[in-house]
């Protein structure tokens, strides 16, 4: 005698349609929730569909009996009970993993933009301090330049010098102009407030001759993204 058709039983190609549909998140309906039901059978499905035939193997009866339908149902049972935990366990580690990456990404970028920051403001205080340099001070006394602002900006500059050589430059560009324009700072933090008009003219000669002003503005454009 034929068994009378499962009525709850799904036609295996709307069964197939289905399991498609699972796989294909971009046609699931807009509805959240049902978006969300979609999702947890898509992980039980993947899950049964990688672990599934081993213990389906394992939980077979002996080859004398037949398989049926209640027996599947009831191996299904099992095989929900043993999955759902360990799915959720790999998908929560896998979620806990991406997350970890995503932050030491973040965390990276974070600190390349300070450094890149950094090394802006240097070069750009840096051009500013040269610029100074080139335009007539009040004199202390005849014969003599005041540059104790120019001083105190070096001082300050030369501390920020060392910190950006300690950091790692990003280009090495970068590096070969710090190191051109912490020389000539030395020089102008380590003079007295009053220069010689001579002494004054040979710190700005030099400027020149290595054209750390240029330099510097240029560097500054580079590392802003403004073009070389």
Known sequence: MTAAPDPNR???????????????PELWPDDPAQ??????LLE????????GPGLAESLAPPPRLRWTGSWTLAAAAVLLVALIP??????????????????ARLEQLARKRTQDRAWIAFFRQSTTLLQDF??????????EEDRRQEREMALTLLEASHQLAAQGAPIQEAEAIRANLHAWLSEVAFEDDCLSTERARELRQWAAAHDL??????????????GA
């Open 10 to 24: 799904l036609d295996p190609q709307e069964e197939a349609r289905r399991f498609e549909l699972l796989e294909q």
């Open 35 to 40: 978006q969300a039901e979609l999702a947890e």
């Open 44 to 51: 039980l499905h993947l899950a049964l569909e990688s672990h």
């Open 86 to 103: 360990a799915t959720y366990t790999v998908l929560h580690t896998q979620n806990l993993r991406a997350q970890a990456r995503d932050t």
């Open 134 to 143: 080139e335009q007539d001070p009040t004199l202390c006394k005849k014969g």
């Open 213 to 226: 002003e240029g330099a510097s503005e240029r560097m500054e454009r580079r590392l802003r993204g403004d």
